[in-house]
């Protein structure tokens, strides 16, 4: 079943089949529209995937799509979220109080929920503040690029690691570790029916956003791990993919393959960009250089905040590679292509 994306406002509940259904819930003031939840039918009570963000209106549009399918929230046995973002993981907390039921989510993106709950809004903005300047933004960029924090989400009960089983009686709903877009991201393999609910990682037109946080870490590759996950998903073979945005489609191997081609594109177009400017560059000023979906004059400072992210992880994975060198000693930080 392939369904195209349409505005909210013309989404509705559906019985996707084979116990499955799917429930648009809005994402307020995001150009995305609407996060896909899905509900997995189980003998204990309905199984979520993903929840949606936190907001009132959310709230009615899930609570009420669920009961548009004849489902009642409180009967709602567990969620299981792809990753911790607000409009994945947001809700989650509130169906968890309506229900009674668990959360899961992988462990690498439960430590981190456990770090934003430690994290004071004061020490956030600081931390914002020096990564900004430490990537080359000027003084001006670094005070309006600086968003406000959502709240943290509810912290699960349960941690998901690779190849775990999730509580799904009667079923077999396998956690697949898909790291990039964050560090715990997962997939939801549905065995017994040969269906894949990809989150954020494999969507039918966009990419997931996948940045590295704070700009400068050398200990991390997100963009490498990406990459290596759009081979784990392609190697499960041309399932029908359900994703968090957009609509549903068939042959998610087939899409993973089409995406990792446009990132080792966009890498060696970033490489040859960087021959070309033989000087050291900060990473705001790569990120100036790359391509994104408005001209970079355009981005607000905010966007460009995110856009250094991703050019932050593009450097990353080409030192990883040996084709740019990070200066050692310098602040701003200072990337160099190396001779071929």
């Not at 956003?209 to 963009?223: A, K, W």
């Not at 784990?232 to 029908?240: C, E």
């Amino acid at each position: 079943m392939k369904t195209r994306r349409r505005p909210y406002a013309q989404q509705r509940p559906q019985d996707l089949g084979g116990g499955v259904w799917s429930v648009p819930v809005p994402i307020p003031g995001n150009p995305l529209g609407y996060t896909l939840v899905y509900a997995i039918e189980s003998p204990q009570g309905p199984v979520l995937v993903d929840a949606g963000w936190n907001h009132p209106e959310a709230w009615e549009a899930l609570s009420g799509g669920l009961a548009a399918l004849g489902i009642d929230v409180s009967t709602v046995s567990g969620v299981v979220v792809t990753h911790f973002h607000p409009d994945h993981a947001g809700l989650a907390g509130q169906v968890r109080e309506a229900s009674g039921g668990w959360i899961a989510m992988h462990e690498n993106d439960a430590a981190l929920v456990r770090l934003m709950l430690e994290f004071a809004a004061g020490e956030h903005d600081a931390f914002q503040s020096d990564m900004l300047r430490r990537a080359g933004a000027d003084p001006g960029e670094v005070r309006q690029a600086i968003g406000n924090r959502p709240a943290p989400p509810a912290m699960p009960d349960r941690e998901l690691r690779h190849g775990d089983l999730v509580d799904l009686p009667g079923r077999k709903l396998r956690a697949v570790h898909t790291p990039g877009h964050t560090p715990g991201h997962i997939c939801l393999h549905l065995e017994d029916a040969d269906r894949l609910f990809t989150g954020d990682h494999v969507l039918p037109d966009i990419t997931p956003h996948v940045g590295i946080y704070p700009y400068d870490r050398d200990d991390v590759d997100p963009l490498g791990d990406f990459l290596e996950s759009l081979d784990r998903v392609r190697a499960l073979g041309p399932l029908d993919a359900l994703p968090a945005h957009e609509w549903i489609f068939p042959d998610v191997a087939a899409r993973a393959a089409e995406i990792r081609h446009h990132h080792e594109e966009k890498l060696v177009r970033l490489r040859a960009l960087m021959v070309q400017r033989p000087e050291p560059l900060t990473i705001w000023e790569v990120a100036a250089m790359m391509t994104w979906n408005r001209p970079w004059e355009d981005l607000s400072p905010m966007l460009r905040g995110m856009a250094a992210g991703e050019a932050a992880a593009h450097l990353r994975t080409l030192e990883a590679r040996g084709q740019v060198r990070r200066l050692l000693g310098v602040d701003p930080v200072r990337f160099q292509a190396l001779d071929s």
